[in-house]
């Protein structure tokens, strides 16, 4: 294992929290350190955050991308945008918004942004 993917460790358990706590709903630590040992882009962001008290806007950005590809849009930039395209799919074809809204499971969607950046500043 990398030193680099070792420092991403406390960056990116501190992010994705714990079972009952994290703002992340139905998306397991496994995934995301699957994904981190991929980037080494994201190893050093997540580095970063495990050891510095304020988080960039640059490394805001790059944590944004990674929550996007962990909702499985990895072309998105926006968790915001994922949000819309997520309600959009699951109300394709609907004759309204309101018409039929069994079987969505809004706890499946990722935060919003303002609530992402709250996330990361706690």
């Not at 706590?21 to 998306?27: D, E, I, L, V």
């Not at 994904?35 to 994201?42: I, R, V």
């Not at 991308?65 to 945008?81: A, E, I, M, R």
Request: aromatic share 6%; charged share 25%; glycine share 10%.
């Amino acid at each position: 294992m990398s030193k680099r993917l070792r420092d991403a460790f406390i960056g990116l358990h501190a992010f994705t929290g714990c079972d009952s706590t994290s703002c992340f709903a139905g998306k397991g630590k496994l995934k995301a350190l699957k994904m981190l040992e991929g980037d080494q882009d994201h190893q050093d962001t997540f580095s970063r955050i495990g050891t510095l008290e304020t988080i960039s806007g640059q490394d805001m950005q790059l944590i944004e991308t990674f929550v996007c590809q962990l909702y499985g849009k990895p072309s998105h930039t926006s968790v915001d945008k994922v949000r819309y395209d997520k309600v959009r799919q699951c109300f394709k074809g609907k004759k309204g918004i309101l018409s039929n809204s069994e079987g969505v499971d809004l706890s499946q969607m990722p935060p919003c942004q303002d609530v992402l950046m709250l996330h990361t500043q706690s």
